[in-house]
């Protein structure tokens, strides 16, 4: 529906072109600018829009606590038995 917009300015615009007078001039560029911008506004909600409307989702602790989990580091391994000994 929003590109019946797009058509609109178009044939705004070519009015705007092929006219004489001066005031029909300005009134169809400030209607080609305004069905043009009601073009974008129509595409950015189509695309968008969705995208927007979908709250936060909170997470429940226990999911929390594994994510967590992931994040600390691995336990170090055990020194070895050549670690404890300096070389001589």
């Known amino acids: 529906m929003y590109w019946l917009f797009l ?3 178009l044939g705004a615009f070519t ?3 092929t006219t004489t007078h001066a005031g029909l001039l300005l009134l169809a560029l ?4 305004l069905f043009f911008l009601l073009w ?5 909600a189509a695309r968008f ?3 927007a409307s979908q709250p936060a989702r909170s ?5 929390l606590q594994a994510l967590r989990d992931q994040l600390r ?3 170090s391994p055990s020194p070895s038995a050549s670690e404890d000994h300096p070389p001589s």
Do not use: D, R, S, Y
């Open 7 to 9: 058509l609109l300015a």
């Open 15 to 17: 009015l705007a072109i």
């Open 30 to 33: 400030l209607a080609a600018l």
């Open 40 to 44: 974008i506004k129509g595409l950015h």
């Open 49 to 51: 829009g969705g995208a």
């Open 59 to 63: 997470l429940h602790p226990a999911e």
């Open 73 to 75: 580091p691995a336990a």
